[in-house]
């Protein structure tokens, strides 16, 4: 044998089988840690999404009930809603109208699955909704609704931001009158 071919590897059948061994072993670790890693963050996701969905049921609950503590910490200081007529509704006139009843939910209800979306410290959440409501100067409203709304994580407290409602069939509702 020459000098050369002493220094050369032997890179026989066994040593193939080893090595792909290895990196069949090695790609499996790392693809165990790159799931876990994922699993953990969907989970979390998912608590958030339920705590979120949970959130926003208690606030439709307080908006019904016109809980005036619920509601104001459920909405953040610069929330804005666009009901189905189409205009800009800031928080402190929105929060007014249904402290003095002249936006009184009888019902407010999803009718649909409360989907949530996480984004960090924020969530999209949308879902189809059955309303009653008596509106002063429109009178009583009973009607499906589509919402969309940007809740944000503020403070260790998630808050709602933007809401957007976009009723079933246009509006005024068939049937209202008006």
Do not use: C
Request: proline fraction near 7%.
């Amino acid at each position: 044998m020459s000098e050369n071919e002493q220094t050369k590897p032997r890179w026989g059948p066994w040593h193939r089988v080893w090595a792909g061994a290895a990196l069949v072993f090695v790609t499996g670790v790392g693809l165990a840690v790159f799931w876990s890693g994922a699993g953990a963050d969907a989970s979390d996701s998912s608590h958030t999404a339920r705590q979120v969905q949970q959130i926003e049921r208690q606030r439709l609950a307080a908006l019904v009930d016109a809980d005036m503590e619920v509601v104001e910490r459920l909405h953040a200081p610069d929330f804005e809603l666009v009901p189905p007529p189409g205009f800009p509704l800031p928080r402190d006139e929105y929060l007014g109208l249904v402290e003095s009843g002249d936006l009184d939910y009888h019902q407010f209800e999803p009718v649909s699955n409360i989907e949530v979306r996480v984004h960090g410290s924020s969530a999209t959440v949308w879902y189809r909704s059955s309303l009653d409501v008596e509106a002063a100067g429109q009178g009583r409203l009973a009607h499906e609704a589509w919402h969309l709304y940007l809740y944000e994580k503020r403070s260790g407290q998630w808050q709602v931001v933007r809401e957007q409602a976009t009723a079933v069939g246009g509006f005024p509702p068939p049937g209202t009158g008006s």
